[in-house]
């Protein structure tokens, strides 16, 4: 019968819908995480037990030749000798000294000082990005060109969901996340759209059958509305303007998108409930108890987490905490939907 064929898409899809998202978010937060946990080191220097002192020249250390490859194992420090042989190591606290020292050419030259502990920096102690790098040259020219190119877009970071250290969006604003974020979730919002209007066509063939009658549609103008609200999203993202409007017009879009998200699942799921003794040939009814109970707890969840942002003062940290934790939890919906479909 034709209404397999939509239970059979609709299993299709919801998978796909769930899966391309975390595709999209995984991908942008590894590349975020490994580019922000390595450093550029000069490709000039030589990182042997033995720091040769080295003449002060501008041209050369304001030369754009630097390396991940090329880097020391362990700890370094760098100083900077001045023509009165005082010696200065290169950090914030010294920072305006050594600008100014440069400036009046009292520079004399610099080196470096080894220490015994492992540098978290050095890709050399990474293993599997270090061969990935030795081995094809390119992907380093390619990962320099954007580490200068965003320096400020990239930090270390242990575990959002835990920590917060990031957003999401922070994390697939950037060349080349955006290039990964942006067609994957416009991707998988064309296939949650296809998921929604799928259900729309089983219950419209199963009513024209005479198995079911007077559903309700609204799960289907809502679920389109996210799809329409998501992709809005992305391609707005990492699009900066010098606008309040644009500001709140963003932060509009993605509220709206949870929201009609929501409700097209509370709809949906009320249908279901609605016609479970008709469909319990083609449903499973303990998916059905657990989808309703996902339903009922990300409802409320939503709210609080509303009411919270909107009345009380959370932390930066906190609000990524709750972003990475609530999408990735909302996305369970359409792997609980690829379940109960028998």
């Known amino acids: 019968m034709e209404y397999f064929s939509f239970i059979r898409k609709i299993k299709i899809y919801s998978i796909l819908s769930g899966i391309i998202p975390v595709l999209a978010i ?8 490994n580019i922000g946990s390595i ?133 697939a604003r950037y060349f080349p996340a955006n290039f990964i974020f942006k067609p994957l979730i416009i991707l998988g919002a064309l296939f949650l759209f296809l998921y929604w209007k799928n259900n729309l066509n089983l219950f419209s063939k199963l009513e024209k059958e005479n198995i079911l009658n007077n559903f309700s549609k609204k799960f289907f103008y809502f679920g389109s509305l996210s799809c329409i609200f998501l992709i809005f999203h992305a391609i707005f993202l990492g699009l900066d303007f010098d606008s309040k409007f644009f500001l709140k017009m963003r932060r509009f879009i993605i509220i709206f998108f949870i929201l009609f998200e929501v409700f097209a699942q509370i709809f949906l799921t009320k249908n279901l409930y609605k016609y479970r003794e008709e469909l319990k040939k083609y449903i499973n009814p303990i998916m059905l108890k657990i989808k309703i109970a996902f339903v009922i707890i990300v409802f409320f969840t939503t709210c609080v987490a509303f009411a919270f942002l909107y009345y009380g003062e959370p932390s930066t940290e906190f609000k990524h905490i709750l972003e990475w934790n609530y999408f990735s939890f909302l996305l369970l919906f359409y792997f609980l939907s690829r379940l109960l479909w028998k």
């Open 39 to 171: 450093k550029l080191y000069p490709d000039w220097v030589n990182w042997g037990d033995n720091q040769p002192y080295s003449e002060w020249n501008n041209e050369l250390n304001n030369t754009k030749n630097i390396s991940f490859t090329n880097c020391p194992e362990t700890k370094i420090k760098e100083y900077y000798l001045l023509k009165d042989e005082k010696e200065l190591e290169n950090s914030e606290k010294n920072h305006l000294i050594i600008k100014k020292a440069i400036k009046d050419d009292e520079m004399k030259g610099h080196f470096y000082k080894k220490e015994s502990s492992i540098n978290k920096y050095c890709i050399k102690n990474k293993p599997i990005l270090n061969k990935i790098l030795t081995t094809f040259p390119s992907v380093e020219i390619f990962l320099i060109k954007i580490k200068l190119e965003n320096e400020s877009g990239f930090s270390e970071v242990k575990n959002p969901f835990l920590f917060g250290e990031v957003s999401i969006s922070r994390t």
């Open 26 to 33: 995984g991908l942008c937060l590894l590349l975020y995480k």
